[in-house]
């Protein structure tokens, strides 16, 4: 799916100008990166709205037809309001196709029904992970099989299938960072929670 908001230039700053441009139903934003000075722009809120609530709005390059010129970029950072429906200003980085970009995609769980059915219980330890790789490689997703998990059993981030060209972020700080991903878990008062708890009291009398 490709992600497409026509945007105009943003000459009046500030928060009273902001304040203005979301009572205007418009959504203040900074475009910045690629060696290039930052750009203020608005956007059409509802617009936004409708979008953000797609994951795909969050890891797909998107592009912005700023006055006529368009640029590629990614949602960095978005503000909302407290408590309405509202977004109230978002951070877009720019992408150079020949540069990698580092950002954070979701992860998808599948399989868990299986392993749940050998008798334990799911605990996912992360949601996404950090990524770097060129625009043209970015996943909108990572899969994480859960279906071959044994009670007891962990996916590290090491266990994970990445596509060509896709990194994450890391496991390139070395040793120590091979994250748990997700395990299955001995259900609470199984005998083997009750064998490690007979073993604790033990070893404190």
Do not use: W
């Not at 799916?1 to 205007?24: C, H, N, P, Q, V």
């Not at 309405?84 to 580092?102: E, G, M, N």
């Amino acid at each position: 799916m490709s992600y497409i908001f026509e945007a105009e230039l943003r000459t009046d700053l500030g928060k009273g100008a902001s304040r203005r441009l979301r009572r205007e139903e418009k959504v203040p934003a900074i475009v910045y990166g690629a060696d290039k000075e930052p750009v203020s722009i608005t956007l059409d809120h509802n617009k936004i709205i409708e979008a953000q609530a797609e994951e795909g709005f969050y890891t797909h390059i998107l592009t912005l037809n700023i006055s006529g010129e368009k640029t590629e970029v990614l949602v960095k950072d978005m503000q909302r309001h407290p408590f309405k429906p509202k977004v109230t200003h978002i951070d877009f980085l720019r992408v150079d196709a020949s540069h990698k970009v580092v950002t954070k995609v979701p992860l998808h769980f599948v399989g868990e029904e299986a392993a749940v059915k050998k008798g334990g219980v799911i605990a996912r330890q992360i949601t996404e992970v950090e990524v770097s790789c060129l625009p043209k490689d970015l996943p909108e997703f990572i899969e994480v099989n859960t279906a071959d998990l044994e009670v007891g059993d962990t996916i590290h981030l090491t266990g994970l299938k990445v596509p060509a060209g896709v990194a994450l972020v890391e496991l390139s700080k070395g040793e120590g960072h091979d994250q748990a991903v997700v395990s299955l878990n001995a259900p609470k008062g199984s005998a083997s929670d009750d064998e490690d708890d007979s073993a604790e009291e033990a070893a404190a009398e």
